[in-house]
């Protein structure tokens, strides 16, 4: 089904906010969809990082057109027929998992890595494209911001060049970065990156590009946390909805996970155009696992039967996932094996998404599911879990006016 993101979004502007939802696993999916069939307004909008899906670099092992695959039939078997949008969040050089914080990789090969990432998802027929050039592993510090908006109008025009030589559809692209070191956090600063890319755009010839300009991620206080505690500023928020108003675009909030009910139904009345939420219903998915965990210890008496999920996935995420990114401002390096020892369920909460397809996690919870289903007739392990991620969404999907 054919939909405008920005013609809904100028429409809402000012009464709902869209919700972006990062495609982390089969079940993140299936629930939002399933939300989505029962939602009058809520158009499931899925945004993938270079992390999660990209060929195959990501963690959830799906490429573009895997994802692609996966939304429709899910869709399908949810009986949603409305549209999907399906976003890049956070493409661009020094954003992919072999790229990120290595200053071993030159700017131009990053540059190359990061076309690669944008042509598959053209081709793939992805709808928006999140082009974050405020990365850069080589230098130090927050890049200029003209620099930024030269790098941005690099890759948008070799996204551009590669999608008219193909007869592709046009796209929207989102920029700029919630990050501190992305330089732009101030409302000044925020405003001159605007407008140092527009010019850019009309300077390399692509001024056509600026009317698909769509979101501008903005940073209003969110953030990510071990503890899994948030805030924001309203008043930060305003500002920026003032200024990405006056150049007729939608600010884009990341990291909005666990801000509380009171704070998300600000949102739409704030003007915020979009907001993304991952790892609550990541930790969605890990509470189901606890739920159904307790029912298998009602359930099978023998300690060696059992699958001890919890357990296996806690150590998998203290060993795999890139929990350091999370902790406590001032924690030093000596100090992480006494920190992840003590915080161990924090972070198979927080950052376990990283190791949902560890080969160990896999096995624990095959046999976790095998022993629920098997001695506990009534329980189905698979709704379970995509259960609890659909509560998580609800309450979004209320918050923004999307019921």
């Known amino acids: ?5 920005s013609a809904w979004l100028d429409e809402h502007r000012g009464k709902a906010t869209l919700l972006g939802v990062c495609p982390m696993s089969p079940e993140i999916v299936q629930a939002t969809l399933a939300e989505a069939a029962s939602a009058d307004e809520f158009v499931p909008m899925f945004i993938a990082t270079p992390r999660q899906v990209d060929a195959n670099r990501g963690y959830t ?8 695959d996966v939304v429709a039939r899910t869709a399908d078997a949810a009986g949603y027929d409305g549209p999907t949008i399906l976003a890049r969040d956070h493409g661009g050089p020094y954003q992919s998992t072999r790229d990120r914080g290595d200053p071993s990789i030159s700017l131009p090969d990053a540059m190359e890595y990061a076309e690669e990432l944008f042509i598959d998802d053209l081709e793939a027929g992805f709808d928006i494209l999140h082009v974050d050039a405020t990365e850069d592993a080589t230098t130090t510090g927050p890049l200029d911001l003209e620099e930024i908006a030269r790098r941005t109008v690099t890759l948008i025009d070799r996204i551009e060049t590669h999608r008219e030589r193909k007869g592709i559809p046009p796209v929207q692209y989102e920029v700029g970065t919630e990050e501190i070191t992305g330089g732009m956090t101030a409302p000044e600063d925020f405003e001159r990156f605007i407008e140092n890319l527009v010019s850019a755009l009309e300077r390399a010839g692509r001024a056509p590009v600026v009317d698909r300009l769509l979101f501008v991620v903005g940073q209003i206080g969110t953030t990510m946390h071990i ?29 909005t996970d666990w801000l509380d009910d009171e704070e998300l139904a600000r949102f739409p009345t704030l003007g915020i155009g979009a907001a993304n939420v991952g790892p609550e219903f990541a930790a969605a998915m890990v509470d189901g696992y606890e739920s159904l965990e307790y029912i298998e210890h009602d359930v099978v008496n023998e300690a060696t039967d059992r699958s001890d999920f919890m357990t296996t996935f806690e150590a998998a995420a203290v060993r795999d996932a890139p929990w350091q990114k999370f902790a406590p401002a001032g924690l030093e390096t000596d100090q992480y094996p006494e920190f992840a020892a003590e915080h161990r369920r924090e972070i198979a909460h927080c950052v376990g998404r990283y190791v949902f397809t560890d080969a160990d996690v896999e096995e624990a919870r095959s046999t976790l599911y095998e022993n629920v289903a098997d001695r506990a007739e009534e329980t189905d392990p698979h709704e379970v879990v995509v259960g609890a991620v659909r509560q998580s969404i609800r309450r979004y999907i209320e918050a923004f006016n999307l019921a």
């Open 61 to 68: 092992g799906w490429s573009q057109t895997d994802l692609v």
């Open 227 to 255: 503890d899994m505690q948030n805030t924001f500023a309203p008043a930060k928020a305003t500002e920026l909805t003032d200024i990405v108003g006056g150049h007729n675009l939608h600010l884009k909030v990341h990291y």
């Open 1 to 5: 089904m054919s939909f405008d993101p």
